[in-house]
């Protein structure tokens, strides 16, 4: 072999080597660190998109049911003079106690339930609409959460239980569009006949025990059902136990000739509760909606929730001077503590402002459901006040020795404050 081909064959040098080794480990770490940066960035935008979607959804679904509020078919167009607070309201034929309605008899013209008396009573409008405002304090709620509502009375940090200074919502309504009657009713005490299907083409299955409503433009009454037979009509029946009377009588005989129509009772309620994962014993503030009875989680990682109420303040309204008609109105937007406690001054009863309010201000603190960047404690801003956690948390401010509620163990979520107003027609108002 000649000195030549052997200098041909000559390898890279150990300086090459190690040179060529610390450039591709520069290189490997230089795409680690762009590869993480990238997932980071891809993680936070999902966490952050589906904390937009959950609040969309959330401000959505209470919006519905908000823009409901008292909705009584054109029965809200009544008027019973010399009485305002039960201007436009049903009379409740149930005997039982129903969902939104006071049993302990402490509210004037409403007996205590189960009903015993004999007879009917009318449903105030302060309690179409109702809300609970819970501090941030100790937690108390004004007006008390009631028993009749299927909400937890009190708060707590375990799975379940309402979260610590959050407000809760609740509206009735008659739900649905209303099923036309098939035939004039023969006497008020006489079964309620209706066609076999409902507006939205399902078949009429109405239970025994089901609370009903039948209204006109004139009259509304709720009942509870005893039966039903027939198919064309339909002929639902009120006579049972379940119902005051002897026999139990409607407000009239209600006729398809005016448009009278049957409803469901429907009463809503908002609040925050929490949930335990059941796997990693994490808990969650989620937002939950009880419809009659049946209780919903809507969306997880909502840490705060505070309703202000725009009250229909006609002793503000100012009158033309020369023809007295109104010129304007002001609508003042008040807690439900500011609504309790101005009631008996402004229209002579506790709560009565409920039967004015026009719309619903809504503020909510969303959180991611996953830590986002670097788990430290990250600031929010919630209705005018600047928080860092753990103050401002709930579940902090109501057990100050949980595991995520001091500057050790951050947390880590994104929140961020969303607030809309809502308004509805309230022919009460």
């Not at 998109?49 to 078919?73: K, P, W």
């Not at 109702?130 to 028993?147: A, I, R, S």
């Not at 020795?401 to 809309?420: I, K």
Request: glycine share 8%.
């Amino acid at each position: 072999m000649t000195t030549s081909s052997v200098r041909l064959q000559r390898g890279f040098t150990i300086v090459e080597l190690m040179l060529g080794l610390v450039l591709g480990v520069f290189l490997m770490l230089g795409m680690i660190t762009l590869f993480s940066s990238v997932n980071i960035v891809y993680n936070e935008g999902q966490e952050i998109a589906r904390l937009q979607e959950n609040v969309r959804f959330a401000l959505e679904t209470m919006s519905r049911d908000i823009r409901m509020s008292s909705h009584r078919y054109c029965s809200s167009f009544n008027n019973k003079p010399g009485k305002p607070d039960l201007r436009n309201s049903p009379r409740v034929l149930v005997a039982a106690a129903i969902e939104g309605v006071p049993t302990d008899g402490s509210i004037a013209g409403i007996p205590a339930l189960p009903n015993t008396t004999g007879t009917s009573y009318q449903l105030p409008n302060s309690y179409f609409i109702q809300g609970h405002e819970c501090n941030f304090t100790d937690g108390d709620c004004d007006p008390v959460v009631p028993d009749y509502l299927d909400v937890p009375d009190d708060h707590g940090t375990s799975d379940g239980e309402r979260a610590f200074g959050t407000d809760v919502l609740t509206m009735r309504y008659f739900g649905s569009e209303g099923q036309i009657l098939a035939a004039d009713m023969a006497d008020p005490t006489a079964p309620v006949p209706v066609s076999s299907t409902k507006p939205n083409g399902a078949a009429v299955s109405y239970s025994n025990g089901d609370v009903l409503v039948v209204a006109d433009c004139d009259e509304a009454d709720i009942f509870e059902v005893s039966s039903t037979s027939g198919t064309a009509p339909v002929l639902i029946d009120f006579s049972g136990s379940g119902n005051v009377g002897s026999p139990p009588s409607l407000s009239k005989a209600y006729g398809r000739s005016e448009d009278a129509r049957i409803f469901e009772l429907t009463s809503t309620s908002y609040y925050i509760a929490f949930r335990e994962d059941a796997v990693t014993g994490d808990k969650y503030s989620t937002l939950r909606r009880v419809r009659n009875g049946n209780d919903q989680e809507l969306v997880p990682g909502v840490d705060r929730l505070d309703f202000r109420y725009g009250v229909d303040r006609r002793d503000t309204c100012p009158a033309d001077p020369v023809t007295g008609a109104i010129i304007s109105c002001q609508t003042a937007f008040l807690t439900a503590a500011e609504i309790e406690d101005e009631s008996v001054g402004n229209c002579g009863s506790a709560g009565c402002l409920w039967r004015q309010v026009v719309s619903v201000e809504v503020n909510i603190l969303m959180s991611t459901v996953n830590p986002i960047g670097s788990a430290t404690n990250q600031p929010f801003t919630y209705m005018n006040t600047n928080f860092t956690p753990p103050d401002g948390i709930p579940r902090c401010e109501d057990d100050a020795d949980a595991d995520t509620c001091d500057d050790d163990n951050p947390d880590g979520l994104l929140r961020r404050e969303f607030q809309a107003v809502i308004s509805f027609r309230n022919m009460n108002a």
